[in-house]
């Protein structure tokens, strides 16, 4: 399973960014998507997630400000971003947890990052 990451880029506080996320291969199933975020010096830390089952989920710090949607029939993910802001900085990743095959176990996926720069 291959996830394509694409929509970073530079932009000043205040403003919006849209990032979207492909995945492509051999899928059977995907339970849930989801994007991280890793800004200079600090750990990866999950930005928003979207199961099948559970809903969607988001950090404390983007809560209001962005949300995630997805396209089942494309297998795709999108995270909408509003009001952004510097700490907002960092590389973004997508994830899928996805079943290539009945009678293989679910596997965790993950995009190349693409970066999104927030200037005050």
């Known amino acids: 399973v291959q996830l394509q990451a694409s929509g970073g880029g530079v932009v000043q506080a205040g403003e919006s960014l849209r990032l979207s996320c492909a995945a492509s291969?051999?899928?059977?199933?995907?339970?849930?998507m989801a994007w991280y975020r890793e800004a200079p010096g600090k750990q990866r830390e999950l930005v928003a997630s979207?199961?099948?089952?559970?809903?969607?989920n988001y950090g404390d710090s983007v809560k209001g400000r962005f949300t995630i949607s997805r396209d089942n029939a494309k297998n795709s993910v999108f995270l909408e971003m509003n009001s952004l802001k510097p700490e907002d900085t960092g590389v973004y990743f997508c994830?899928?947890?996805?079943?290539?095959?009945?009678?293989?176990?679910?596997?965790?996926?993950w995009g190349q990052g693409t970066l999104v720069t927030v200037s005050s």
């Open positions: 994830n899928a947890f996805a079943l290539q095959s009945i009678g293989r176990s679910y596997n965790t996926y």
């Open positions: 291969g051999r899928i059977y199933r995907i339970a849930s």
């Open positions: 979207s199961h099948a089952t559970l809903g969607t």
